[in-house]
């Protein structure tokens, strides 16, 4: 671009030159004293004589009647015409100046200074909604050349909880996308964010480029998330500490922020859920040792003394082997079918419930406190099943037509596992990252506002894996995971967030 520019402003000196100017007739000679100057011609009537010298009359004269003569031959015609269309160019040409330099000037500033940015996701709501445009400074963070994918490697004051426009780590350029990346970069800034022509991977996917999202984590620093609450270390051998300045930016059930629903396509959070999803908290974080082995002891000894009288279908009893995906609710098709195994095979029965209950004591402890947070997670888990399944025994063997207790149990254990494990777990909880390690120089880890709904350094992509809630515990309860956390580099970032305009 600085090279079109520079050849259009040599060939707009060369068509300027006077000397150019005389040949073509726009302008003429003109005797002043001792010096000879150029003037331009005159296309208006000559009837204002009141500022003509009395020495250039004469000639004036005699060019109005050499005017005259030159209209009675077919030529006068093709003069007018030639100076129409003379006039005509000078007057696009002018235009085409000032869009060439507006348009250039746009650019520059864009690239190198300053430039608007549209929001494209609710990853950053309450603070920053679809359609909102982020004014953002290019200069301290790698400025581009203009309208190239070279840039200046520069960072300059970059800060913990700031917000920068990102280039999209997923996006990788390849030569055929190079002029349509120009094309779209182009018409993205000199129309200030008003059209904007979709990104696509080699699938054909759009891939939102670049992003804006939340610096948390910096070099030096291994970071980890338990219950929507960011920790921080940088030495491995020392506790995390809470970053609680976080707070005040996530939107999360914890943090209690307030959004505008109306501006919100898919809100993941209301007061009925929050409430909800924070008693799970504290009932799951009140599980000890002592609390866990009491409460399992008196369900075994449950099993172990109840008599089953009713008939229970063994259709099911593929579903047996306490080993569980929270995938699909765990209704009464297993509850039966562990019903006909207790009552047809007692021992096995009781075996391997201990084997659920207690087979985690034996592995090795947990190394930090994302494994203790879902230790924890676990065990509850295998309470709120084996309580269930005794409400099932005991609504089944009472022959009643229905039982609240047995409702609510099942409610708590379909609620818990679908919605606290599979659905927000990994949204509100991250093992420590980088694993064994601390993020490098100029090495960052970002997130959005909206930790429930942003695809950020949590997420290299959504493809999702079975997991182990408790990793050390084989009798775990299992999830679909789609954690892949990953760091951004500096040279990533694109520009610093200052402020939103509409």
């Known amino acids: 671009m600085l090279i079109i520019n520079i050849l259009y402003l040599f060939n707009f000196r060369k068509l300027n030159n006077k000397n150019n100017l005389l040949d073509k007739g726009l302008l003429t000679l003109e005797k002043r004293g001792t010096k000879t100057v150029y003037v331009p011609v005159r296309f208006s009537s000559f009837n204002d004589k009141s500022t003509i010298a009395p020495t250039t009359l004469a000639a004036i004269k005699a060019e109005q009647t050499n005017l005259k003569k030159a209209q009675e031959t077919s030529k006068e015609p093709k003069t007018k015409i030639k100076l129409f269309f003379i006039k005509s160019g000078l007057f696009v040409l002018s235009w085409l100046d000032a869009i060439v330099w507006a348009v250039s000037v746009v650019i520059f500033v864009n690239s190198l200074v300053f430039q608007l940015f549209e929001i494209p996701s609710e990853s950053m709501v309450p603070e920053l909604y679809v359609g909102t445009r982020v004014a953002a400074v290019r200069f301290l963070t790698n400025p581009e050349i203009p309208l190239s994918n070279t840039r200046i490697p520069v960072t300059l004051g970059v800060k913990r909880f700031g917000q920068y426009v990102l280039s999209n780590p997923r996006y990788v350029l390849k030569k055929d996308q190079a002029l349509n990346d120009f094309i779209n970069d182009f018409l993205f800034k000199i129309t200030f964010t008003l059209v904007r022509r979709p990104k696509v991977d080699e699938n054909g996917i759009e891939i939102a480029d ?7 984590g910096m070099p030096g620093e291994q970071l980890t998330i338990i219950d929507d609450q960011v920790y921080v270390r940088k030495n491995l051998n020392e506790p995390f500490t809470p970053l609680l300045a976080d707070n005040q930016y996530a939107y999360t059930f914890k943090s209690g922020r307030k959004a505008n629903t109306a501006r919100i396509r898919y809100n993941t959070i209301t007061e009925p859920l929050r409430t909800a999803i924070l008693n799970w908290d504290e009932l799951k974080n009140n599980v000890t040792k002592e609390y866990f082995d009491k409460v399992a002891k008196e369900l075994l000894d449950f099993f172990k003394s109840v008599r089953l009288s009713k008939p229970y279908s063994s ?3 593929d579903t047996y082997g306490f080993l569980f995906m929270a995938i699909s609710s765990i209704d009464e098709r297993y509850f039966e079918a562990y019903a006909a195994i207790l009552k047809n095979n007692p021992g096995r029965f009781l075996s391997d419930l201990k084997d659920y209950l207690f087979g985690w004591e034996s592995a090795l402890p947990p190394e930090n406190i994302y494994e203790e947070n879902c230790l924890k997670a676990n065990l509850l888990s295998k309470l709120l099943f084996a309580e269930a399944l005794k409400q099932y025994i005991i609504f089944k063997e ?11 149990a099942q409610n708590s254990l379909r609620d818990y596992t679908l919605l606290y494990i599979r659905q927000y777990f990994d949204a509100r909880n991250l093992p420590p990252f980088p694993e064994q390690d601390v993020l490098g120089k100029g090495q960052y880890f970002f ?7 942003s695809l950020d350094c949590r997420h290299w992509s959504f493809e999702s894996f079975e997991k182990l809630l408790y990793s050390k515990d084989p009798y775990s309860l299992r999830y679909s995971s789609n954690l892949h956390p990953f760091a951004i580099s500096s040279d990533r970032i694109r520009a610093i967030a200052v402020f939103s305009l509409f």
């Open 210 to 216: 670049p992003l804006i999202k939340r610096l948390i």
């Open 315 to 317: 259709e099911y009893e």
């Open 398 to 408: 009472s022959s009643a037509e229905q039982s609240d207790t047995y409702i609510k």
């Open 447 to 453: 997130m959005g506002d909206n930790r429930y709904n």
